[in-house]
């Protein structure tokens, strides 16, 4: 079991999700069960998956949830776009923001790239003993 906490891309995912819950609080009362919450859940699912992994046992369940940490990150990237786009959030936050989450990503496959390389060096070690 690692600590999440020790993740500098956890850091980064949960301080993403703090700045997206701040830009969505002006975001229309109409939207609130809409493009707000949904930004809210894939925002926070980036770090919660990412936590989860940390929780389970192997490199394959990690790599498990940082793969879906990553979906949500690419999730949370189009809705940004589109936030923007029904002018709900500013130019200027929105590039912040998306910056924000396209380093997020990066620093999830650099990770998944990792794990996976880990993962092959496992594999090996037990084809090898047997």
């Known amino acids: 079991m690692k600590d ?3 993740l500098k891309v ?15 609080a002006t975001f229309p009362r109409e939207e609130v069960y809409g493009i ?10 980036v770090a919660a998956n990412i936590a989860e ?3 389970r046992t192997g490199n ?5 949830f940082l793969n879906i940490a990553a979906g949500s990150a690419v999730e949370l990237e189009y809705f940004l ?8 959030i ?14 997020v990503q990066r620093m999830l496959a650099s990770l998944l790239r990792k ?4 993962r092959q060096g496992e594999s090996k070690q037990l084809t090898t003993s047997n």
């Open 36 to 45: 707000t919450s949904q930004m809210r859940r894939c925002s926070s699912s």
């Open 4 to 6: 999440f906490r020790q």
């Open 53 to 55: 992994g940390c929780g």
């Open 81 to 88: 776009l589109l936030a923007k786009d029904l002018h709900f």
């Open 10 to 24: 956890w850091g980064k995912a949960h301080e993403l999700t703090l700045g997206i819950y701040r830009a969505t």
């Open 60 to 64: 394959g369940e990690f790599h498990r």
């Open 90 to 103: 500013p130019g200027t936050a929105y590039g912040k923001l998306s910056e924000d989450v396209l380093e």
């Open 115 to 118: 794990v996976a390389s880990a």
